[in-house]
């Protein structure tokens, strides 16, 4: 059974670029979930998709956007990226909107210079 | 809003014995769900524990058990026989039961002793 999968593991990009973010859910499941993680802080909501439509947002700018595929796949995007942007970028899959339990992705290490 | 506090940026434990984790939360709501997160170097978020507020029982998985005060928004961790591998940061979580959003505390990290 496939766990939540992300990818790219690590991207370097430089100040003002766009970056694309992939993820792929737990076999079975139809809701994702992005989270922000800076280094040493705990994880902070981006956005959740669901019958692919955005169903909820944290506070995020509109420089991160996102979007969901048939198949339940999700991007998340974040256009003209600012240093601060530099984080561990987290999925996490679940079952419908209101299953309690998330199951989380490696993530994917973003550094931007 | 809701909010996940952690008071203790660091912790250890000599391998074998048992360390207690802190976490308090904040919530006007009386229906959610609680739970603990272990984020090792790998990265890997994983789910350790959760716990449902309606259910007075604490939860236990293993060696791994939890102490929910719900009056004193409280939800300690209790690791028992501390291995190796439980070296790792810590979050406690919380979610309000209609919403899928789960909110983090700033973790503890927990560092075991040979």
């Known amino acids: 059974d496939a766990g939540v999968t992300q990818s790219p593991t690590h991207l370097i990009k430089t100040r003002g670029q766009q970056v694309t973010l992939r993820c792929s859910p737990k076999?079975?499941?139809?809701?994702v979930s992005w989270y922000q993680q800076a280094l040493g802080q705990g994880p902070q909501f981006i956005f959740q998709?669901?019958?692919?439509?955005?169903?909820q947002r944290g506070n995020f700018p509109d420089r991160f956007s996102g979007h969901q595929f048939p198949n339940y796949s999700s991007e998340l995007n974040v256009n003209a990226l600012l240093l601060g942007d530099s984080a561990l970028y987290l999925c996490?899959?679940?079952?419908?909107?209101?299953?309690?339990?998330?199951?989380f992705g490696p993530g994917t290490r973003l550094t931007v210079l | 809003a809701q909010t996940v506090t952690q008071s203790q940026p660091e912790m250890s434990v000599q391998e074998a014995e048992t360390v207690t984790l802190s976490c308090t939360y904040d919530?006007?709501?009386?229906?959610?769900?609680l739970f603990w997160y272990k984020q090792p170097p790998s990265r890997q978020m994983i789910l350790v524990i959760r716990?449902?507020?309606?259910?007075?029982q604490n939860a236990t998985e293993n060696r791994f058990s939890v102490n929910f005060q719900k009056a004193a928004k409280s939800f300690s961790l209790k690791i028992s026989d501390s291995q190796l591998g439980d070296a790792a940061m810590y979050f406690c979580?919380?979610?309000?039961?209609?919403?899928?959003?789960?909110?983090f505390g700033p973790g503890t990290s927990l560092s075991v002793i040979p």
């Open positions: 919530t006007s709501e009386s229906d959610y769900y």
């Open positions: 979580a919380y979610r309000r039961t209609s919403y899928d959003k789960v909110i």
């Open positions: 996490a899959s679940s079952l419908g909107v209101t299953t309690d339990t998330q199951y």
């Open positions: 998709y669901y019958e692919e439509e955005e169903r």
């Open positions: 716990q449902e507020a309606y259910k007075q």
């Open positions: 076999s079975g499941h139809d809701t």
